[in-house]
């Protein structure tokens, strides 16, 4: 039996480790600071767990998850709460709400030493068109309701995630021409 609460208790205590600090000024390394986002906001039901902030003025924001165990693959919400096909309570698990707006999700492996950053809202495009594809687990069973989760291996999602971003952002979706010619440096539109 899963307990939300209890859950994200220990996903705020692990937030608040330095090892999330550290991991990021090591992936980003002109990381001005990282913010956390603890209290119950507005801020955290869009999925943000921490704010990155960059000496340019450039933010990042960052959905932090950690798996006990490393099993080898991506365990993707598709219910974060689930009663029954009908039910209008049911509520979209985190890999596919689209009420999320964070900008990369940070899954970490403690048991491995291991964590993925995750450009959301690619994860998010790639999930939504091939989690039927993904192993389905046991439901995790919760207090009066269940949630719901995929499995993916990480070569199957890494390999599904680069064919999302070329059928929705390659090349082949933008047409550029050659508009106008500055000092020699060459000025193109869509």
Not at 78 to 86: A, G, L, N, P
Request: hydrophobic letters at 35%; proline letters at 4%.
């Amino acid at each position: 039996m899963n307990c939300f609460h209890k859950d994200l208790a220990e996903s705020q205590e692990i937030g608040k480790d330095a090892q999330w600090v550290g991991f990021y000024k090591k992936t980003f390394p002109g990381l001005l600071g990282a913010v956390g986002i603890e209290e119950n906001s507005a801020w955290q039901k869009h999925g943000i767990d921490r704010l990155l902030l960059f000496s340019n003025g450039k933010q990042l924001t960052v959905d932090e998850k950690f798996r006990r165990k490393d099993y080898g693959d991506f365990l993707a919400e598709i219910w974060s709460v689930f009663y029954s096909e009908e039910s209008p309570r049911n509520k979209p698990g985190w890999t596919v709400d689209p009420s999320k707006t964070c900008d990369f999700i940070a899954y970490a492996l403690p048991t491995s030493g291991k964590c993925y950053l995750l450009p959301f809202e690619i994860l998010r495009l790639t999930a939504r068109k091939n989690y039927l594809s993904w192993r389905e687990q046991r439901p995790a069973q919760n207090n009066g309701y269940v949630t719901i989760n995929r499995s993916v291996g990480w070569d199957q999602l890494f390999t599904e995630m680069r064919a999302t971003m070329t059928r929705n952002f390659g090349e082949a979706s933008l047409s550029l021409a050659k508009f106008d010619e500055i000092c020699g440096q060459g000025i193109f539109s869509f």
